[in-house]
């Protein structure tokens, strides 16, 4: 075109120019969509941190011990009650907590929980019911103020409590001392009530006859002393001497006047006799004769002395029947003085023994002495030699007769044996 023309141009774009202008517009528009969702995500990162940051703040590892058992509990709860309902502990009215429940926790807190239990406790009869937290019957008692060694309990003291309770028996011991008979005393300790009851504890078991000091009603106590008396009735049988009887003077109108016989021998006898003997602890006490049989009898010395006169004969064979008849008179005076006065067998002829020396050693010098010995008088005549002398025609004994009748039936006795009969000879 060679003329000059006003109009603007108007340049048509060609395909290419357009393409290219169209994608540069698409890069644009891509990135103003995605800064948002960067922000966005961003912004939750943050959120998320500071919850996590938060929630590990929040949560809090504790010891809960449950009656002795630790266990280690994790809880997000601020207090102690919450961290028990973590660990899935309940506690009751009479269960014990610490701290207290609404305390606040923090990481590493410890918690402890002790169970009640229910203690059914009888002392000596009486009965009451006592909550405790006690594991074992002796920490139990501690609890109570008792000392489980001053009693005899049901159960053993080292026993733990169960959760649903328990019944226990306690009676107080008592130190005493008891004797049983012969045997030595012995200490014992015992929750008995009464002595009987202690006894029978100790099987010791009284019989008819025996006795227990203080009486068995007799409530037990610290130092009481308990003796058991043991009594027993027993019979025994045994021979015993029988002593000789006194000996026996028999008359013989048969027999002279003078003449003195001993027709029975005495001896001693045999009884047998029963007896009641009682022991006391072993010992004899008392013995006392129930029966008596004879097995051979004691016998007497029987003397028999003659009582018959003496017949008188005539002087002369002749003379009046006056002179006569007084001859027979003179000579039965004769007779009759005769028989009082002069020895029965003839002690003409002195023996020459020093009878007064005898008498004064045999008894010194007493004629008449009666000790009871079976010897009699100044001379010690026992009655068998007194009368086989002819001693009866004086007196029975020889203590009765007197001296001079004594040393006449002495010098008879003499006559046949000497001085054997004497031990005293040597003094004559």
């Known amino acids: 075109m060679t003329a000059t023309d006003n109009s603007t141009d108007i340049f048509e774009p060609t395909t290419e120019s357009a393409e290219t202008e169209t994608s540069t517009t698409a890069v644009k528009t891509g990135r103003s969509l995605r800064k948002p969702a960067l922000v966005g995500a961003a912004a939750l990162v943050v959120a998320l941190v500071a919850g996590g940051s938060i929630a590990l703040a929040a949560h809090k590892d504790v010891t809960v011990t449950v009656d002795g058992q630790a266990q280690e509990v994790g809880t997000f709860s601020g207090s102690v009650e919450g961290a028990l309902g973590a660990a899935g502990v309940t506690v009751g009215e009479h269960d014990t907590v610490a701290p207290a429940l609404d305390t606040a926790i923090s990481d590493g807190s410890q918690i402890v929980v002790e169970h009640g239990r229910l203690l059914t406790l009888t002392i000596d009869g009486q009965t009451r019911e006592v909550w405790t937290t006690a594991s074992t019957v002796e920490e139990a008692l501690a609890e109570l103020g008792q000392d489980p060694s ?233 009655n068998s030699t007194w009368a086989s002398g002819g001693g009866t025609a004086y007196a029975p004994r020889a203590d009765l007769a007197t001296k001079e009748q004594q040393i006449a039936v002495a010098e008879n006795v003499a006559a046949s044996r000497g001085s054997s009969p004497w031990a005293c000879a040597y003094a004559g």
Do not use: H, M
């Open 150 to 382: 001053a009693y005899k309990l049901s159960a053993d003291r080292s026993r733990e409590i169960p959760l649903d309770g328990l019944a226990v028996t306690a009676d107080t011991l008592f130190s005493a001392t008891v004797s049983d008979g012969a045997a030595a005393a012995a200490p014992i300790t015992s929750a008995a009530k009464t002595v009987g009851d202690l006894l029978a504890e100790q099987s010791i078991v009284l019989g008819p006859l025996d006795t227990v000091s203080p009486d068995a009603s007799t409530p037990l106590s610290n130092g009481l002393v308990v003796a058991v008396t043991r009594v027993a009735k027993t019979t025994v049988t045994e021979d015993v001497a029988v002593a000789q009887p006194a000996d026996q003077t028999v008359e013989d109108s048969s027999v002279e006047r003078g003449v003195s016989t001993v027709t029975q021998q005495g001896s001693a006898g045999t009884d047998s006799v029963t007896y009641e003997v009682t022991t006391t602890n072993g010992a004899e006490s008392a013995k006392t004769e129930v029966s008596r049989t004879t097995v051979t009898p004691a016998q007497a010395t029987v003397i028999t002395v003659g009582t018959k006169k003496p017949v008188s004969t005539s002087s002369a064979s002749t003379g009046s029947s006056s002179g006569s008849s007084s001859s027979s008179s003179s000579n039965s005076g004769s007779s009759s003085s005769s028989s009082s006065s002069a020895a029965p067998v003839s002690s003409s002829g002195s023996s020459g023994i020093n009878w007064e020396g005898i008498a004064q050693c045999e008894s010194t010098g007493n004629w008449s002495i009666n000790t009871g010995n079976g010897y009699y008088g100044g001379l010690q005549f026992d």
